[in-house]
């Protein structure tokens, strides 16, 4: 016994440092599957479905609705709204069928909620014209904040198209020319593509003060300011050679879906045909300056229409299989 006592005090430290390390060894084997399965990145995108994700920013939790694809692809559609984005729902959601057409489809559609006349940029201050509590910081959000937190779910940042209408198409063309690293296609449905085209600048105060009382000398500053020209797409066309893009506007006249019949829906109406107008000589204007850059736009102007949702569901419609060859989402 004396011996074995002996024994096991000259190697007791080499048995504890045997037993620590098989230990080790253990508890790796085991923790190594779990942790690859939480790291950002490494999930696989879910198989079809709906959820609404809240996504941190600078500008506070920004409520995100997503249709994953249906086979798991990594692809992503961002579907921007216009002026009058509601803080509840993005209005591809409920205007649209977007969620059905893309329903078979591999790619992951991407509605963020909010941004009223926001033009998803970056803007300088808050509006101090309706007390607006932060600056608005979409641009950062849209090509940081929300790429970084979907990447946890398995959806790629480098193979992502974004579409939008009327401010949202603006934007979509601006974003796409800034961060080529990021998107593969961009679609304009009835946006303006030549925002400091003489007038514009007004056109736009005007329509920010009307949709929530927004100051544009808090976003862009004032009418000299660089960043007009930096969130106008006929000045950074140049910068989307080789993307693929889709532009389409109506003429302004009322089409198959007006039928006014009381004096809302004729406002309505009439309101619909200026926007739809102006859209369209912005975007002929953006026809021009493609044509002279060589630049491989699909272009739609249309017999008649005006600025409303069931058009531009439409145009999604048509413009559905450019997107998913850009995006290889078949």
Do not use: C
């Not at 014209?129 to 970084?148: G, I, S």
């Not at 329509?207 to 976003?219: I, K, Q």
Request: hydrophobic letters at 40%.
């Amino acid at each position: 016994m004396e011996f074995v006592r002996e024994g096991w005090g000259k190697n007791r430290g080499v048995v504890a440092r045997v037993l620590v390390t098989v230990l080790t060894v253990l508890i790796t084997l085991v923790a190594a599957p779990l942790a690859a399965a939480e790291a950002p990145g490494t999930r696989a995108v879910p198989r079809g479905g709906y959820d609404e994700l809240w996504v941190p920013s600078s500008m506070g939790d920004i409520k995100v609705q997503v249709q994953w694809a249906s086979r798991g692809g990594s692809a992503s559609l961002y579907l921007l709204d216009g002026m009058r984005a509601r803080n509840d729902r993005n209005a591809w959601s409920f205007e649209t069928n977007a969620m059905q057409q893309f329903a078979l489809d591999n790619v992951t559609l991407v509605m963020p909620v909010g941004g009223e006349s926001s033009f998803y940029s970056d803007w300088y201050n808050p509006s101090n014209f309706n007390a607006q509590p932060y600056t608005y910081k979409w641009e950062t959000f849209l090509t940081r904040d929300l790429p970084d937190h979907l990447s946890r779910y398995g959806v790629d940042r480098t193979n992502t198209g974004v579409v939008g209408i009327s401010m949202g198409g603006t934007a979509a063309m601006t974003l796409a020319a800034y961060h080529r690293d990021q998107f593969r296609f961009a679609g304009s449905f009835s946006g303006y593509l030549h925002t400091t085209a003489p007038g514009m600048r007004t056109a736009i105060r005007l329509a920010m003060l009307d949709a929530g009382r927004y100051n544009a000398d808090s976003m862009w500053g004032f009418p000299w300011d660089p960043a007009w020209l930096r969130n106008d797409p006929f000045v950074s066309a140049p910068q989307l050679q080789g993307m693929s893009l889709y532009v389409s506007s109506g003429n302004g006249l009322p089409g198959m879906y007006d039928r006014p019949n009381d004096v809302t829906g004729y406002w309505n109406t009439a309101m619909g045909m200026g926007l739809e107008f102006l859209s369209m000589v912005t975007s002929r204007a953006f026809q021009v300056r493609a044509a002279t850059l060589g630049l491989p736009v699909t272009f739609r102007f249309n017999g008649s229409g005006i600025h409303s949702w069931p058009y531009w569901s439409g145009e999604l419609w048509q413009a559905r299989p450019q997107i998913l060859d850009a995006l290889n989402a078949w």
